[in-house]
């Protein structure tokens, strides 16, 4: 009789997880995934009572925020059903084949999308070369050619150009491709490129002031008044702006001299209508509530300026809007910390 | 930006300077020639002077227009009448320029018409914080002075109830408080006001003071008046016992030589019927009532004696224990001081109208106090106008610094 112990210590039992890498999705993971998306999709357009083939993204947002309601301040941390793609970090797939031979000509570059992007764009430009040097022999060679409109569009940042390659690229990559970019552009017949080149153009907001402009109402005497609000640091503040031409401000029943005592928040409350200059114009009727006599100014300004819109010409609202008028300011008192006395105040430090 | 300050301030008043030594030099005779050659300058600039430096001749066309208090006046009527920012913008601008305004008109012209046989009508200037009631007030007593009538001026009767640093139990009742620094200061400025008066007037009767010191009947009111001013154990007492014989020989009702009419002029009349600040030695609160020269002011205020006018005015400012947004008689007198003050006649001063704020405008410019050049704009008077809100004292505080 002849037996072997083979004792293994438990140590080794633990799979080591820090060594394997991040987590990889196989392709038919992601697929199953997709297909469990889409029968979801439609037992939530049951669940609520709605058309399947028509739930569009918006309202899988809305009834999952309906079916579970969160409180928590981090939107991120909220429960939310997304197409898989959205969710699952983008992988490249295997690139080299059973014997372990890379698929890729430029895969031992280490960044293959990215020189074999800069290779395309290349071919491209000698392309354009050969095709001018076509038209001039032919005797068609117009200087004026069709330029792309590039007005009203960026170029990608490194992140989103990271984001469509898969890859890390370092900031020198990234210059040198928008160099090669610019190059290509500065060709003639570049036009035949353009829809290449705007894959690579992000469009800009067309107008960055939208704002809603307060209706303009008539009061029975035929004088005409404006209602807006606006909130400063937990105050907040609704007024009405008549334009009968004196310059009366009451605020929660009492006259403004009375309420704010303090210069500085008179003069908040001048500046809106000193700006636009028409100080002697409106009557103010406000009521504002909470937080500290400030925060009450503020409120009453921006909900001044709001008001102000309807009665201000085009040109003048983007100047308040430059002159910061019409942003609400976002500061509010910051969270205290378990640990510290305060938001950034430490206990006291003691060496020993 | 100090030193441009007061090089641009000396200029003007350097001249202004010259003006006046010229005419204190002269005396009084040349105050009626000075008013003649004033009115002969036509200053296109002084839409918003006038130069009518006599209440009595005050009517409503000088409405919004400055007067010039004479320097003499000045001296003699207010050595501590004036309110403190006031005296400021006096020694700032080398002359005393106070507005004619329509409370002080009205005030006024009761004064004219009333009739002083019979018991003194009392009129309270009262109105919301900084629109002017203090300078009403010495408007109205300039107008006395002129006319000749004898003052009695407490510039502040807050001042007596709080901040007394020497609270002496009184010598000659056990339950009274004295305060002889207060009674001994306000004798001193009495005797400056009404120094003709103090040989005229007589005593009525023997006032002893102490086992060694006494007033006899009959002797001038300056004597008393020095005893308190010497004496400051029973300044206090001294001063009740001015208010008293004042009281009794106002309108002649014994037989004094000539009659004088008594103008009792008292600012922050709510003094006398609220609380004080002052404590006993045994720590409890003191009582208005318990403090010798509240006591005596009162009896003044009411309308038992004749021949005179008992003008008063509200202060918040200095009241102990009163909210901010507290200006109506019956709120700052409280019940008790309204019951004591009616009947009285009361006059409301507000906020500067559009004309009244334009001649101050105009005034401060002409002064070169807006030193600001965006202040000359009509913008600059628009922001003035808003962030003031027409008030006087704001309206002064905020140029004081443009």
């Known amino acids: 009789l002849f037996f072997r112990h083979i004792c293994v210590s438990s140590s080794l039992w633990k799979k080591n997880l820090a060594a394997a890498g991040p987590q990889k999705f196989t392709q038919e993971f992601i697929d199953k995934q997709v297909e469990e998306f889409e029968i979801g999709k439609r037992h939530l357009a049951n669940m609520m009572g709605e058309d399947p083939e028509t739930f569009t993204q918006e309202d899988i947002d809305r009834s999952i925020a309906y079916l579970f309601p969160s409180g928590l301040f981090e939107k991120r941390a909220r429960p939310v059903m997304k197409h898989p793609e959205e969710i699952f970090p983008k992988q490249t797939a295997i690139q080299w084949d059973a014997e372990g031979r890379p698929f890729h000509f430029l895969f031992y570059t280490g960044q293959q999308s990215y020189y074999s992007l800069l290779h395309d764009v290349y071919e491209k430009i000698l392309a354009m070369e050969r095709h001018q040097d076509k038209m001039r022999n032919k005797g068609l060679l117009t200087s004026e050619t069709k330029q792309i409109l590039l007005t009203g569009s960026r170029w990608l940042l490194k992140e989103e150009i990271e984001e469509y390659l898969v890859e890390n690229i370092s900031d020198h990559d990234y210059m040198r491709l928008i160099q090669l970019m610019e190059k290509l552009l500065s060709m003639p017949y570049c036009s035949l490129e353009e829809e290449f080149i705007l894959k690579f153009r992000k469009q800009l907001e067309v107008q960055s002031s939208k704002h809603e402009i307060p209706a303009l109402q008539y009061d029975p005497q035929g004088v005409t008044f404006s209602v807006a609000d606006g909130r400063r640091k937990t105050a907040k503040a609704s007024i009405t702006l008549r334009d009968s031409g004196s310059g009366n401000i009451t605020i929660n029943g009492r006259n403004y001299l009375h309420y704010f005592p303090l210069l500085q928040d008179r003069e908040q409350l001048m500046f809106p209508l000193h700006f636009v200059g028409m100080l002697g114009r409106f009557d103010v009727e406000g009521s504002v509530e909470g937080s500290g006599h400030s925060a009450q100014a503020g409120a009453l300004r921006l909900a001044i300026s709001r008001a102000l819109l309807s009665f201000v010409s085009e040109g003048d609202v983007e100047k308040m809007r430059q002159a910061g008028l019409l942003t609400a300011d976002p500061r509010i008192k910051e969270r205290k910390k378990p640990g510290q006395e305060g938001a950034r105040k430490k206990f006291t430090w003691k060496k020993r | ?402």
């Not at chain 2, 021949?307 to 918040?316: D, F, H, R, V, W």
Request: aromatic share 10%; charged share 20%.
């Open chain 2, 1 to 402: 930006m100090n030193l441009h300050k007061l090089s641009s301030r000396l200029c003007p008043t350097v001249t202004q300077k010259f003006r006046h030594l010229h005419i204190q030099s002269s005396g009084q005779q040349l105050e009626a020639v000075a008013m003649e050659t004033e009115s002969t300058e036509p200053n296109p600039l002084s839409v918003f002077r006038t130069s009518e430096q006599y209440p009595t001749y005050h009517s409503e066309r000088h409405t919004g227009q400055y007067y010039t208090l004479p320097p003499a006046h000045i001296q003699k009527l207010f050595p501590h009448g004036l309110p403190p920012r006031f005296q400021l913008q006096m020694k700032t601008f080398n002359e005393g320029c106070v507005m004619v305004r329509p409370p002080v008109l009205e005030l006024i012209s009761y004064l004219k018409k009333a009739d002083y046989s019979k018991p003194p009508l009392r009129y309270i200037l009262y109105g919301d914080i900084g629109t002017g009631k203090s300078m009403s007030l010495s408007h109205a007593l300039h107008y006395c002075y002129t006319q000749g009538w004898l003052i009695v001026h407490i510039p502040d009767a807050h001042l007596w109830v709080k901040n007394c640093k020497e609270l002496l139990p009184s010598s000659s009742r056990p339950s009274r408080f004295d305060q002889p620094i207060q009674a001994s200061q306000w004798l001193k400025n009495f005797k400056i006001t009404n120094e003709g008066f103090l040989s005229k007037i007589k005593t009525t009767q023997q006032y002893v003071w102490t086992k060694r010191e006494s007033t006899e009947k009959g002797q001038p009111l300056g004597v008393l008046v020095d005893q308190g001013v010497n004496r400051m154990k029973s300044s206090s007492d001294v001063v009740g016992a001015v208010l008293r014989e004042l009281r009794l020989q106002a309108g002649g009702a014994t037989e004094g030589e000539g009659a004088f009419k008594l103008a009792v002029a008292v600012d922050g009349v709510n003094a006398l019927w609220g609380k004080t600040s002052l404590k006993k030695e045994d720590r409890t609160m003191c009582e208005p009532e318990e403090l010798t020269l509240i006591h005596n002011l009162r009896k003044m205020m009411k309308n038992n004696w004749s021949g005179g006018a008992i003008l008063t005015a509200l202060s918040q400012t200095g009241s102990l224990f009163k909210p901010q947004s507290a200006y109506l008689p019956s709120e700052l007198l409280g019940e008790e001081g309204f019951d004591n003050m009616e009947p009285f006649v009361p006059v409301s001063v507000s906020n500067y109208n559009e004309k009244e704020f334009e001649s101050c405008y105009l005034y401060y410019l002409e002064r070169n106090w807006l030193q600001h050049p965006h202040g000359r704009s009509e913008e600059g008077k628009k922001e003035l106008i808003f962030l003031s809100n027409k008030n006087p004292s704001i309206l002064e505080r905020l140029c004081a610094f443009l």
